[in-house]
């Protein structure tokens, strides 16, 4: 198949079957404001907590993509690959179940997914698929999340 | 505000074009939010780290990317609409440069009592470049709702 690559790859095989939890994190007004105006929001439910009420929540929300701030937090292991020096993201999924609001207490369960090899153009890379996901301090899941991230020499 | 209702979207439709950018201050301000693992400087606000890290130049953090790409659609469907963003990252979104948003619509159908409109994502440069596309779903009120 394009694309594909045969390639003996050298990792921890072990952690495939492992749940990493991390958390609690409280999710603060701050945080999510500063988050927010960085990316050009000017929804005030994002930023104001008077209008975030008035429209129905318990405090200012954060945006869609706010709980992939905390993934680089959620000291994951390493996962040994002998393979490239450079890594960089490559792709991010995220399935949305609920708001996040300030204030809440968000924990996180991860899993390495995937450890695969490609070539591109620019030669060989080794790709990383980690599922995370994020529960409210209800047990209710808000988001799910799938970032992967390619290894090159 | 009012929300954009399900009847009002049909395939083809369009979500912008939005210009905007990642300015050096919006990057170091992203940095900051996302919180004490980024110390700053990092390999997105230093041209040195980022070189030592195998870019040319500081660039615009994925997640980053990923957020601003959620703001167009939030702003056009509404809060709380998104259901589902996927993303692949495929070249360096560069600070300091145009960069221009847009969607088209590609399916709408009811599903589990939910009104749901499915759309191709990108984020270009003034050059064509390509550098973030996506595929997104959103859920809308309908008309009787909005």
């Known amino acids: 198949m394009a694309g594909q690559m045969v390639m003996e790859l050298k990792y921890d095989r072990s952690l495939h079957d492992k749940e990493f939890p991390a958390g609690p994190f409280e999710v603060t007004k701050q945080q999510v404001r500063a988050f927010a105006k960085s990316v050009g929001e000017t929804n005030p439910v994002f930023l104001d907590e008077t209008a975030a009420r008035d429209a129905g929540y318990r405090n200012v929300a954060a945006p869609p993509t706010f709980c992939t701030l905390l993934i680089d937090g959620l000291a994951l292991p390493d996962i040994g690959l002998k393979f490239g020096r450079l890594q960089a993201q490559a792709g991010s999924r995220v399935r949305l179940l609920a708001t996040v609001v300030a204030g809440d207490h968000l924990t996180a369960s991860s899993r390495l997914k995937d450890v695969y090899p490609k070539t591109g153009r620019s030669g060989a890379m080794v790709f990383c698929l980690w599922e995370h996901t994020f529960r409210n301090q209800d047990g209710q899941v808000v988001a799910e999340i799938t970032q992967s991230f390619a290894r090159r020499e | ?146």
């Open chain 2, 1 to 146: 505000m009012t929300l954009l209702s399900f009847d009002e979207v049909e395939l083809g439709d369009e979500i912008g074009p939005v210009e905007t950018e990642a300015t050096d201050e919006a990057v170091l301000a992203f940095c900051r939010a996302w919180g004490g693992m980024h110390r700053i400087p990092n390999r997105f606000t230093d041209p040195k780290i980022a070189r030592e890290n195998g870019q040319a130049e500081p660039i615009v953090p994925g997640v980053m990317a990923l957020a601003m790409m959620s703001r167009v659609l939030t702003e056009w469907a509404g809060v709380g609409s998104i259901k589902d963003l996927d993303a692949v990252f495929r070249q360096p979104v560069p600070h300091n440069q145009s960069i221009t948003i847009a969607g088209t619509i590609i399916d709408t159908r009811r599903e589990d009592g939910e009104n749901l409109v499915e759309c191709d994502v990108l984020m270009t440069g003034t050059q064509g470049e390509r550098f973030v596309t996506a595929k997104a779903v959103l859920a809308l009120p309908s008309q009787a709702h909005a």
